[in-house]
């Protein structure tokens, strides 16, 4: 069986078929469900801040909301899903059933990886649909009772750079599915994943502090700490481009770029990474 496996092409249509399988099954999750649910509930409250005079800067405010909600609950979302899509094949021993196809273990990880991941993006999706909604609507109706906050009577909120925003966060997304992946491959608990995929998230958002610490202090121990603290885990911090987005800054397309080679390249490190692990896992 050894022998046969090593000698079989490796194929791009069993990932998908791996990964369409996955989706279905996430979306059939009822976290999955509750989080719709709560994507609706985030376009029917924003319809409250009618009752408020805020001006133009209540458009704002909206935006930054919708921008945190993509990024907490997308993070947490990607968290637990691929979690429990991965390791859930491993508790209920139906990987068994799986990899004893003709089938590579590293298309399983690609393709448990990929359905996670569409998942995630799908919600991002459906959030950035409200949070469009949500400002269009809102925007219209100040522009409607306050013109004078508006310069020549034009909008103001750039919809395409909101657009942007919701793709940079499905690559931040696609890094962080990836890390749980990993640690799924030799995890002995779901849990243990989960946990492990939220402290990456949050020293991956306090990255930037660590590279600047790098340049602060003299000893060359914590140099060395520092770097490869910077190195082996991602600066999340650079895919928190909201703020700007949500002042009304147009990003120049080399920034765009930058991040999409910056997420491919973790990615596919940490991908091959769990490769590597989940073929030496005896299951």
Request: include cysteine; glycine fraction near 8%; hydrophobic fraction near 55%.
């Amino acid at each position: 069986m050894t022998d046969s496996r090593n000698r079989l092409s490796w194929s791009l249509s069993r990932v998908f078929t791996i990964g369409i399988n996955t989706f279905r099954e996430a979306v059939r999750m009822k976290l999955f469900i509750a989080m719709t649910i709560l994507a609706m509930c985030a376009l029917a409250s924003s319809f409250l801040f009618r009752e408020f005079n805020f001006g133009s800067s209540e458009l704002k405010f909206i935006a930054d909301f919708g921008f945190g909600g993509m990024t907490v609950f997308g993070s947490a979302l990607a968290v637990i899903v691929t979690a429990q899509l991965f390791y859930g094949e491993i508790e209920h021993r139906t990987a068994l059933t799986l990899l004893a196809k003709p089938i590579h273990r590293s298309e399983f990880v690609l393709g448990k990886f990929l359905g996670s991941w569409f998942t995630v993006v799908c919600f991002i999706g459906m959030l950035t649909l409200c949070l469009l909604f949500a400002l269009w609507f809102r925007e219209t109706s100040i522009l409607a009772e306050y013109p004078d906050e508006f310069k020549d009577g034009l909008r103001i909120v750039q919809y395409g750079e909101i657009v942007w925003f919701s793709l940079v966060q499905a690559l931040r997304i696609g890094i962080l599915c990836s890390v749980v992946v990993l640690f799924s491959t030799y995890a002995t608990s779901s849990l243990f994943a989960m946990v492990m995929g939220v402290l990456v998230w949050i020293v991956g958002q306090l990255q930037h502090i660590a590279i600047e610490a790098r340049g602060v202090v003299d000893s060359v121990v914590l140099k060395g700490v520092y770097a490869i603290a910077s190195f082996s885990l991602p600066n999340f911090h650079l895919f928190d481009v909201g703020e700007k987005l949500a002042l009304g800054e147009t990003l120049p397309g080399s920034l765009y770029l930058k991040l999409l080679a910056y997420a491919l390249l973790y990615s596919t490190f940490y991908l091959a990474v769990a490769s590597a692990s989940f073929n030496r896992r005896e299951l």
